[in-house]
């Protein structure tokens, strides 16, 4: 029981260390605020590959949102998807089953949730992608 605390602990705080220097690096971007706000509704709405298709296509600030996801799941110790070399997440997510997919989606959302307090407390003014 202890050791399984100790290792959703670990995750946690290896998930919002990769987020905070996520944010950190993205902070001048005045509309990440804003956009990385929406994520978690898009993927709730619209599924997570509808939304990594969505973002991957769209202006720089959601293309860094795309990476900073992507760049996670590499990292991620617990290896959900396989992103060797130059695969990318929006071609892997439609290539695996459903419960892999569910647990990729929960993953997601825990670490932009990370991504979201971060840039909240980060990233000054109001949310200026809002529009």
Request: with cysteine; hydrophobic share 35%; proline share 2%.
């Amino acid at each position: 029981m202890v050791d399984d605390i100790t290792t959703i602990k670990g995750i946690e705080q290896g998930r919002a260390k990769f987020a905070y220097d996520c944010v950190e690096k993205a902070k001048n971007d005045k509309k990440y605020k804003g956009h990385i706000k929406k994520i978690p509704v898009y993927i709730t709405t619209n599924g997570l590959g509808a939304t990594l298709a969505f973002i991957f296509g769209k202006d720089d600030t959601y293309k860094t949102i795309y990476s900073h996801i992507e760049s996670w799941l590499r990292e991620d110790q617990k290896k959900l998807i396989e992103l060797s070399g130059q695969k990318k997440l929006v071609e892997e997510i439609t290539n695996i089953d459903s419960p892999q997919y569910r647990a990729i989606t929960i993953e997601v959302l825990a670490f932009v949730n990370w991504l979201r307090r971060f840039a909240d407390g980060l990233i000054e003014g109001e949310d200026e992608g809002n529009q």
